[in-house]
């Protein structure tokens, strides 16, 4: 089915989108769309193209050619901060948080989008804006609690593990009050343990809150443990869109990513 054929069913619908930079293709083509309340992932060895998506549906980069749709409206050529305006959120792969502020700080900045005092008033802290910026706190202590990170709002995000700090990145995101989040390799560099509550976490936000999450991801155990759908991409094409069983059972998936030995586990793509 076409991307175009299921726009009235999904929250993301990526329509032919093509990527060149000095002559190089990055993206050719792709298509697929991201259902309401799915977890739908983007899988392919590295240089396949996935963080270049990313950075087209976000807003980084600007396609060639082709289209991306979210809950119809065209996101081809807008800016970053409208995109997000729209509700469309991210983490990234390597963790930009301020190390040295709280982690209650940092989830005030995914608020800074929904604060409606101006300037003035805030520097003033005019008693208007101190009702605005309790509002947003609570609501930021209430993701927290969410993320298993209640009892960590004082601790400065330096000094957190790195599965913490990881799930700090996802509650600042969660702070903007998204209709669709993207998270860039949200198990990159944790341990099993780690990456197994991260899957937890990840199906939390789909079916507690009730938002679509297009993932990157390299960990081909959480992506098919998780996923409802998954893309994927080789050379900047799309080689293959399905279910995660389709997925694992596609011949020219299983030649170019995944491996043809049944006994191999699924690894990084290099």
Avoid at 14 to 40: P, Q
Avoid at 188 to 217: F, K, S, W, Y
């Amino acid at each position: 089915m076409s991307a175009r054929s299921t726009a009235a069913a999904a929250e993301l619908v990526v329509d032919a989108v093509t990527v060149r930079f000095a002559g190089v293709t990055a993206l050719d083509g792709v298509s697929f769309t991201v259902g309401t309340a799915a977890i739908h992932a983007v899988i392919g060895p590295n240089g396949a193209g996935k963080s270049t998506l990313f950075n087209v549906v976000s807003g980084a980069y600007r396609p060639a050619s082709g289209s991306v749709r979210f809950r119809g409206a065209d996101l081809t050529r807008l800016r970053p901060h409208r995109i997000a305006g729209l509700g469309v959120a991210r983490t990234f792969q390597n963790i930009a948080l301020l190390a040295s502020e709280s982690v209650e700080e940092n989830l005030m900045i995914g608020r800074h989008r929904l604060t409606r005092t101006g300037f003035v008033a805030a520097a003033l802290r005019t008693p208007p804006a101190r009702r605005e910026d309790r509002r947003h706190r609570v609501r930021a202590r209430e993701i927290a609690g969410f993320l298993g990170l209640g009892g960590k709002l004082d601790i400065a995000a330096g000094e957190l593990s790195y599965g913490d700090q990881k799930r700090v990145e996802i509650a600042r995101a969660l702070c903007v009050e998204p209709a669709l989040l993207l998270l860039d390799e949200p198990a990159a560099g944790m341990n099993a343990h780690e990456t197994a509550a991260m899957g937890r976490l990840i199906r939390d936000i789909r079916d507690d809150l009730q938002i679509p999450v297009l993932l990157v991801e390299h960990d081909m155990g959480l992506v098919m443990g998780i996923a409802d759908r998954v893309t994927v991409l080789d050379f900047g094409r799309r080689l293959a869109d399905g279910t995660p069983a389709e997925i694992q059972h596609d011949p020219a998936v299983q030649d170019a990513y995944l491996g043809t030995d049944d006994s191999d586990s699924p690894g990084e793509g290099s």
